[in-house]
T-cell receptor, first 118, second 114 residues
Framework: GAVVSQHPSRVICKSGTSVKIECRSL??????MFWYRQFPKQSLMLMAT?????????EQGVEKDKFLINHASLTLSTLTVTSAHPEDSSFYIC??????????????FGPGTRLTVL | LAKTTQPISMDSYEGQEVNITCSHN???????ITWYQQFPSQGPRFIIQ?????VTNEVASLFIPADRKSSTLSLPRVSLSDTAVYYC???????????????WGLGTSLAVNP
């Protein structure tokens, strides 16, 4: 199947700093990418839908000014956690649906980024 | 949005067949049923998807009764490496005009024992 990469795989930062996470589709183009957050022992929570060439769509309760999303190209979406605080510590995962011919609700997920805010 | 209910955890042994059932009483006409597998600290992996009746691929089978209010993921002859969390999701096509989203429940934590 298609490959989605994320960078970095883990990051530790001080409270108040900003952290950028990159999500890349390596062998296919993705006009849409999804960003999720997952706390320990919990399920995935969709944060936002990233759209190439337009603004991201945020889920209810997710602060768009805190979680900045930029879908710069058909293979790259970035999530920037601004002024990170310890409660932002989580596992952040991106995904992208396959192109035409893929299963309807199939998404290719990245390996995730473990963010720890001290 | 459709909601799913799965057992929180299941235990099995190597070589056994494992069946995980998911309830989705409020499934909509255009919803598909999709199952994912997730290992610790990794992104989920697509397993199988179906709309009705039975679907089979190289790793699993998906059984969906006529009323579509439930579905069963069947894993034949599990091994230790199948220990993971399995999620059942219902929703319309991601790229559909109505932008139906996938709602992730807690999933079923499957432990395969030697």
């Amino acid at each position: 199947g298609a490959v989605v990469s994320q960078h970095p795989s883990r990051v530790i930062c001080k409270s108040g700093t900003s952290v950028k996470i990159e999500c890349r589709s390596l062998d296919f183009q993705a006009t849409t990418m999804f960003w999720y957050r997952q706390f320990p022992k919990q399920s995935l929570m969709l944060m936002a839908t990233s759209n190439e060439g337009s603004k991201a769509t945020y889920e209810q309760g997710v602060e768009k000014d805190k979680f900045l999303i930029n879908h710069a190209s058909l293979t790259l979406s970035t999530l920037t956690v601004t002024s990170a605080h310890p409660e932002d510590s989580s596992f952040y995962i991106c995904s992208a649906p396959p192109g035409p011919g893929g299963a309807r609700n199939e998404q290719f997920f990245g390996p995730g980024t473990r963010l720890t805010v001290l | 949005l459709a909601k799913t209910t799965q057992p929180i955890s299941m235990d099995s042994y190597e070589g056994q067949e494992v069946n995980i059932t998911c309830s989705h009483n409020n499934i909509a006409t255009n919803d598909y049923i999709t199952w994912y597998q997730q290992f610790p600290s990794q992104g989920p992996r697509f397993i199988i998807q179906g709309y009705k009746t039975k679907v089979t691929n190289e790793v699993a089978s998906l059984f969906i009764p006529a009323d579509r209010k439930s579905s069963t993921l069947s894993l034949p002859r599990v091994s230790l490496s199948d220990t993971a969390v399995y999620y059942c999701l219902v929703g319309g096509a991601i790229n559909a005009g109505n932008n139906r989203k996938l709602i992730w429940g807690l999933g079923t934590s499957l432990a395969v024992n030697p």
